[in-house]
């Protein structure tokens, strides 16, 4: 089988291809990636030999370039995005031309190029914001109501996936899963902001009162929910894909990285809330386990530690993405911590 995947440098989608090169290591695999400032082949070098696997540096907004990478494709797995809310506060045009425009784009040339399978990887944002106090959850009949300009641009794009589903017969799915974590994942991010800026001697920023709540989700989990889908599940269908924590806050998170990290709680700064900040997300994963039999095994608080653990031992992969814009984006979102 050949794959081509999208946004592969990233945090989520250089995890996914080497979890698929050790799974199924026969498929061919491209990688198609513009390499934005969190794009990063360094998390891919162990595969630099691997005659599977290739590196194309291009554009997913880029019609010829995508028509090209996608001749003789099976499966598309589309992870390229601009990921980051805060960021989207900043310049919300990024994120309609590469979360929207380019999804369309891809869509297009995976139906010139008669794709077997679009998968697109999509995220429970879409959904909005529960009440911290109720024990609601999203689930598949939860109705879009996206409040970042992140989380519109990801509507529209899951729109537009289900648009080419039902008007031209493209065969895709869908999951929208809650928050990663885990190695290679971006310092702009939470958890590995929290990790670094301790390792660093810095301040954590916690925006508001902290008690805002995500349901985490290790990696690897997220990396074999999308496999399963990929092997056994139904064309046109959107699966939902979250952890197994129950309803932990941030400021619980990063009470519990200090403690993992041997630190006190001086390292937490309160900081001006993040606009239309959504209170709490938590995912009903019951469809994907009794169609697919998937659930989470990584549980959060073991894989937290060994998440610290990377962060610890991969100094350099951090301090590298840390240095150059991520210094001016730093400066421009949290001022003087
Ligand atoms: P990321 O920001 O770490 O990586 C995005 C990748 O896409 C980068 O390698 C970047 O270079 C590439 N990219 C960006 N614009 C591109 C373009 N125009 N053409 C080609 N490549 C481009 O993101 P991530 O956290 O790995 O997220 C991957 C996907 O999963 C996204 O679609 C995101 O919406 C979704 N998602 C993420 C999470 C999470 O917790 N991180 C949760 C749910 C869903
Ligand atoms: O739910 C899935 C989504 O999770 C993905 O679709 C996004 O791509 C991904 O970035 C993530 O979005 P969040 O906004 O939830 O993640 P982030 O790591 O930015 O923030 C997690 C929580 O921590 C959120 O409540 C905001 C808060 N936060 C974040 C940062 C960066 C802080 O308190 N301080 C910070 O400095």
Redesign the pocket.
Known sequence: MKLLI????????SNFILYWTKNHPKDFIIN?????Y???LENLKSLEENPNYTFIK????NEQAVDKVMRGIDTVV???????VDRSIIKPSDFV???VL?TQVLLAAALRNNVGRFHH?????VFGSLNFNDKSKFNERTQYNPRSPYSAS?AGSDHLVNAYFHTYGLPITIT??????GPY??PE?FIPLAITNILEGKKVPVYGDGLYVRDWLYVMDHCRAIDLVLQKGRIGETYLVGGMTNAVSNIEVIKKILKIMGKNEDFIEHVKDRPGHDRRYAVDWSKIKNELGWEPEYSFDEWLEKTVQWYKENEKWWRDVKSGEYQTYYKEQYGKI
């Not at 589309?78 to 980051?84: I, N, Q, Y």
């Open positions: 999208t946004g592969g440098a990233g945090f989520i989608g198609f990636d513009k390499l934005t969190a794009g990063n291009g554009d997913i907004c589309h992870f390229a995005a601009e990921s980051h031309v590469t979360n380019g990887v999509s995220t429970d944002e990801k929208n899963c809650s928050n990663n974590f994942m971006f991010k």
